[in-house]
């Protein structure tokens, strides 16, 4: 394997790896705040949709990711609702969730655009293209570091940097602003966070609310980005994948980021090779294709660690009695 | 003359059907300890989650300081100076000390400047009021006497200067009490008002200026407490006479029941809890096992009771039972002559959907004499459940009632008919009267002292002192899964079994709470120790 492949198939890692970061790191808002969310996958999937739809219709990304971001959030109040508000089973509202973002995305695709429920393909101009950092084409031949910064770090859609911002962002909300100590607070003991005067219900829906907007970049990049255009069931279970590599994270922003590579990686890995050769015996590109969902059931049946999630997550607060 | 600290006016508050506070009204005064007494699910901590804004009053008013005010939640407590120190203390537990205190007391967005600043004030506050803590510790290292002092500490940074503190004292060892007191004290003379909530009388008649009674949800008198007794306020509690000494005869032992050998409990995180005991319990008397909740206690029991695995060895009537695989469930160990009226009574004791009778014959009811044919004698059964409750002196006495609608007391009554009349050899007894009323407290005490009587050993754990000291034949001081020691409750006091408790054999020559003070260091930095190691 030569150098250039080895590049390559990063650079393929780092644009698998962020629609998994941000759905990621969405999910590590609305956790850390005590809301479990499975949800992430429908909303996702909608903001795809919705995305593709508007800047199709309008020609311009911009208002396509702010429609994504826009779908995500109304799924998000949703669950809010169900599990803030009304003290709903959290698992059984992300169920729904993902049920009727699987199920509306395609029917209003199907009657908007006439094409099997899915978004014509989107032209350049809908698309967020890849931006080329200054200087990528003059130090582009200089060995080793050359390539690593024009192939590499350069050439990515505008998302890509905003979900590896993300990153150092979370950590610095969540560890030094009162708002993430606050939110911590709340999915460890929301109780502690009540008799301290500061408002429960509102802390966990600003979480859920910050997770629907990740959750829309996420699903929009997959549509105008990764991809041009959305497809029938396009997350192929990205939302899952995203909230395994969050235990795998164990609820913390620079973990998130390595454990999404590793899950970026293993596709990217797939994607390039299909049948890889061993001696006379050919691995299949299924068994390649199937990793990264093999790595999800082995974290999550808890083999890697052990990772202490939020104490009051998956519970709805009440006070005593 | 100065206003009331505090004024309440006409507060009801109902839970569904349940009244938990009728009509009450009452007057603090400021630069004065008021306690208010009651028995368990009397309404105390009701009134006071609700001057705390924790609950909302259905009716009634809240004058602070002479003002009338709206309280609907915590940071309007907060704000006009009231802090709470919760029985069940909110802390979070995988924080530091710092940041728990500032938690909902920020200075602004970024929290570099508040931890800043409360770090200086938390040594400012250590040093005035002997509450001293490493700031930097979490909560979860810390002894719960330590978390007691963060959620004080909590208080006074907001600047508290009406206290209330809601059964204070439950999860600490007397000298830690002690210290507790003169910091209540120190509070009082410098004009803070300060409410205590408590259920035991002693408390009440040491420290308070004055104190209010309530029963069932209503507050039946307001006295100062120059001017009342302990027995006074038992009888206001309950509504009749109390006797508040156990009435019993010297023991006398005969053969040894329970011999424990080298007992080690792990529990279900890896963590020792029992780390080899030994132990005996003959017929006819009634070993107590003291301590602060949560230094093994619970594990002997269960290990005992057949529903928690140990390695070591333990004899009944000399048969050596199995401590680990087949063998070692509740069945067997009911076979070999152990009853066990579990700690929890709610969740071990009894089903709560299921009603009185079933709960009499569950773990029993597999014996010969419940069957009919293939079922159960349901009918038999519910005969012999009602002559039990009638024994029992269970109220109501409806055989067909939920066990999750009789109260504390009569639940207990419930689990110990079940367990006493099966006429065991060795009784497992643990915090027989933890949330039970006195006026049943009374009648549970007399029904262990009675089986002792009858010649059955019992183990009785308990992490009220006062009950150990009037129950028992013989004290072991459990401390950090050891037995610290053994002594005779009439050679004895609450500061040698205190000292005891906080794993010191020897008397300090230091003051008993910097001495208390440093082993609850040392325990913490072994925490801290295996959590990096």
């Known amino acids: ?321 | 003359m100065t206003a009331p600290a505090i004024e309440l006016k006409g507060i009801s508050k109902a839970f569904g059907p349940v009244q938990a506070n009728k009509d009450i009204s009452i007057s603090v005064m400021p630069g004065t300890i008021h306690g208010i007494i009651g028995e368990n699910g009397a309404g105390k901590s009701t009134l006071m989650s609700i001057l705390y804004g924790f609950y909302k009053a259905d009716k009634g008013e809240i004058f602070i300081k002479g003002t009338k005010t709206q309280i609907p939640d915590s940071q309007a407590a907060i704000a006009v100076g009231i802090g709470m120190v919760f029985q069940h203390f909110k802390l979070v537990e995988n924080f530091s000390v710092l940041e728990n205190i500032i938690l909902g007391a920020e200075e602004g967005v970024l929290l570099r400047p508040s931890l800043a600043k409360a770090r200086k004030e938390l040594a400012h506050l250590a040093k005035e009021y002997e509450l001293n803590i490493d700031p930097d510790a979490l909560i979860e290292n810390l002894s719960v006497g330590h978390q007691q002092r963060v959620e004080i500490l909590k208080a006074l940074y907001r600047r508290a200067d009406i206290l209330i503190l809601d059964e204070p004292t439950g999860v600490l060892t007397p000298a830690e009490a002690d210290q507790l007191f003169r910091i209540l004290d120190r509070l009082r003379d410098e004009g803070k008002t300060i409410i205590l909530i408590t259920h035991k009388l002693r408390e009440i008649m040491d420290i308070t200026d004055t104190v209010s009674v309530m029963r069932r949800g209503e507050m039946t008198a307001t006295v100062k407490t120059s001017e009342t007794s302990p027995e006074a306020l038992a009888e206001l509690m309950v509504g009749r006479k109390v006797l508040l000494r156990v009435d019993k005869v010297p023991a006398t032992p005969g053969k040894t029941v329970l011999e424990i050998k080298g007992l080690r409990v792990i529990d279900d995180k890896g963590v020792e809890r029992v780390k080899g005991i030994d132990l005996t319990v003959r017929a006819g008397e009634i070993l107590g096992i003291a301590g602060v909740a949560g230094n093994g206690q619970s594990e002997l029991l269960e290990v005992l009771g057949g529903f928690a695995e140990g390695t070591g060895s333990i004899r009944v009537n000399g048969v050596a039972l199995p401590l680990s695989g087949k063998g070692a469930d509740g069945q067997a160990r009911r076979h070999a002559g152990i009853a066990h009226v579990p700690e929890d009574r709610q969740r071990e004791g009894l089903i709560m959907d299921y009603t009185a009778w079933e709960n009499i014959v569950f773990g029993y009811h597999l014996d010969p004499e419940y069957q009919s044919g293939l079922l159960m004698d349901n009918t038999g059964i519910q005969t012999l459940a009602q002559e039990k409750m009638d024994r029992f002196d269970v109220r109501p006495p409806h055989p067909k009632l939920a066990a999750k609608n009789f109260s504390g007391g009569n639940q207990q009554k419930i689990v110990l008919a079940r367990e006493i009349e099966r006429n065991p050899d060795l009784l497992l007894v643990g915090q027989p009267t933890r949330g039970v009323d006195i006026g049943a407290i009374e009648f549970i005490h007399q029904q262990i002292v009675n089986l002792r009587d009858q010649g059955k050993a019992i183990l009785l754990v308990s992490v009220e002192l006062e009950e150990i000291l009037s129950l028992a034949d013989r004290v072991a001081v459990m401390f950090d899964g050891h037995i610290m020691g053994e002594r005779a409750p009439d050679q004895t006091d609450e500061t040698e079994l205190g000292l005891l408790m906080a794993g010191i054999t020897e008397m300090p020559d230091k003051p008993i709470i910097q001495a208390i003070d440093e082993q609850f260091d040392h325990q913490q930095k072994e925490r801290e120790g295996e959590q990096n190691g």
């Open chain 1, 1 to 321: 394997m030569d150098f250039l492949t080895i590049i390559q198939v990063l650079d393929s890692t780092v644009r698998l790896a962020t629609p998994l970061l941000l759905a990621c790191l969405a999910g590590l808002y609305s956790e850390r705040a005590g809301i479990f969310d499975i949800g992430l996958e429908g909303k996702m999937l909608a903001a795809a949709f919705f995305s593709a739809a508007v800047a199709y219709a309008t020609g311009s990304v911009w208002l396509g990711l702010l429609a994504g971001i826009a779908s995500s959030l109304v799924l998000s109040i949703i669950h809010g609702l169900a599990s803030i508000t009304f003290r709903g089973n959290q698992l059984i509202s992300g169920v729904a969730i993902n049920f009727l973002a699987a199920g509306i995305t395609v029917l209003v695709a199907q009657d908007w655009f006439q094409q099997g429920g899915r978004t014509p393909s989107l032209p350049r101009e809908a698309r967020f293209n890849p931006i080329d950092l200054p200087l990528s084409e003059t130090v582009a031949d200089v060995p080793i570091l050359g390539p690593i910064y024009s192939e590499l770090i350069s050439g990515h859609s505008i998302l890509v940097y905003i979900a590896v911002l993300a990153v150092p962002l979370t950590w610095w909300v969540l560890y030094r602003t009162r708002f993430g100590l606050r939110l911590r607070a709340v999915g460890e003991n929301p109780a502690a966070v009540d008799t301290a005067g500061v408002s429960v219900i509102g802390l966990r829906y600003a979480a859920v609310m910050i997770c629907g907007v990740l959750c829309g970049i996420a699903g929009a990049y997959l549509a105008t980005a990764l991809q041009a255009g959305f497809v029938k069931d396009m997350t192929a279970g990205r939302g899952f994948i995203a909230l395994a590599a969050l235990i795998f994270a164990k609820w913390r922003p620079w973990y998130a980021l390595w454990s999404t590579l590793l899950f970026g990686f293993l596709q990217a890995i797939a994607l390039r090779y299909q049948n890889i050769e061993l001696g006379n015996f050919v691995i299949p590109v299924q068994f390649m294709d199937v990793l990264p969902y093999i790595l999800t059931v082995v974290i999550l049946a808890g083999f890697v660690g052990r990772a202490i999630p939020p104490r009051a997550g998956g519970e709805p607060y009440v006070k005593e009695r």
